[in-house]
C-alpha cells in the first residue's frame, strides 16, 4: 500500500512559505506517496488554492470538537473542511501535555473530524519518563483505546504513533523499537475496531530525516511518517518521501 507522509508546520508559516509547499507538489514523482501538508490554521485555505490540482493535501492541526459557537479563538473541523483541509491532525502530544487534552477530548474530536468528511490523523506517543519506567507499550496502547471512537470503523483514518522524547530532539527509537510499538497498536487497532483498524495507517513521528526515513518507512507496520521539523523545506520533506 502507498505511505502517507503528512509534513505537520507547527506554528511555523507566514505566506511567503507557500512556496515550499508548491515546491513540494512540483517535487513529487509520481509513484510518489500520499502526501500531505497541515500548516497553521491562518494557511490552510490559501495553501488549499495553492495546491489545487496537484497530489498534495492540505490539513488542519487541531479542531475544536463542537462545529460552532462561543469558543474564542477555535477552529472547527467544519472551518477547516470549508477552508479546503481534507486531513486533520488530533490529539499531538504538544496538545495533550500544553492543553491538557485527555482521550475522551481526542476521540470526541475525532467524531468532529469525521462529522465534517476529514481524514483524522490520531496521535500517540509516550514519554521519556514512562518508556524508562517500562510503561510505553501500556500507554500507548491505552491512548489508542480512549482516542479513537467506534464510529471511525469504515471511515479513513491514521494514527500516528509520535514518542514524545522523540519530537524536535533528534533521537529516534531503534527500528526494533518501533516495530514492537507498530504490532502493538496493530493489535489494539484490530480488537476494538476490527476490520477497519486492520487496514488503518500508521505512521511513525519524530525525528524523521531524509537520512532516515527509509530505513524507518521499510519497517515492519510502518504505513507512513508525520514530519515536523524537516518538512519545513521541500528538499528534505522530499528526500523524505524519497524513501517511501
Ligand atoms: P519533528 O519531526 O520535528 O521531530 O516533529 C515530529 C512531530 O511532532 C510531528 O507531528
Known amino acids: 500500500m502507498q505511505k502517507l507522509i503528512v509534513g505537520n508546520w507547527k506554528m511555523n508559516g507566514l505566506g511567503a512559505a507557500l512556496d515550499e509547499a508548491q515546491a ?23 495553501m488549499s488554492r495553492a495546491l489545487a490540482g496537484t497530489l498534495v493535501a492540505v490539513g488542519g492541526q487541531d479542531c475544536r470538537a463542537e462545529a460552532s459557537g462561543a469558543y474564542t479563538g477555535d477552529v472547527s473541523a467544519e472551518m477547516l473542511a470549508d477552508a479546503g483541509a481534507c486531513l486533520v491532525i488530533l490529539g499531538h502530544s504538544e496538545r495533550r501535555a500544553g492543553f491538557g487534552e485527555t482521550d475522551a477530548l481526542v476521540a470526541a474530536k475525532t467524531e468532529a473530524a469525521l462529522r465534517a468528511g476529514l481524514e483524522p490523523i490520531v496521535c500517540v506517543g509516550e514519554t521519556l519518563a514512562e518508556r524508562e519506567a517500562g ?25 500516528a504513533y509520535e514518542p514524545v522524547w522523540a519530537i524536535g530532539t533528534g533521537l529516534t527509537p531503534t527500528l526494533e523499537q518501533i516495530a514492537e510499538m507498530h504490532a502493538a497498536i496493530r493489535a489494539e487497532l484490530v480488537a476494538t475496531l476490527g476490520e477497519a483498524g486492520a487496514r488503518a495507517p500508521i505512521l511513525y513521528g519524530g525525528s524523521v530525516k531524509p537520512a532516515n526515513a527509509a530505513e524507518i518507512l521499510s519497517t515492519a507496520e510502518v504505513g507512513g511518517a508525520l514530519v515536523g521539523g524537516a518538512s519545513l523545506k521541500a528538499s528534505d520533506f522530499l528526500g523524505i518521501i524519497a524513501g517511501a
Open 135 to 159: 510503561g510505553a507499550l501500556a500507554i500507548v496502547t491505552g491512548q489508542v483505546r480512549g482516542s479513537l471512537p467506534a464510529a471511525l470503523a469504515g471511515r479513513p483514518f491514521a494514527v
Open 24 to 46: 513540494v507538489a512540483a517535487g513529487l514523482g509520481a509513484a510518489a506517496a500520499r502526501v500531505g501538508i497541515c500548516p497553521p490554521a491562518t494557511l490552510v485555505e490559501r
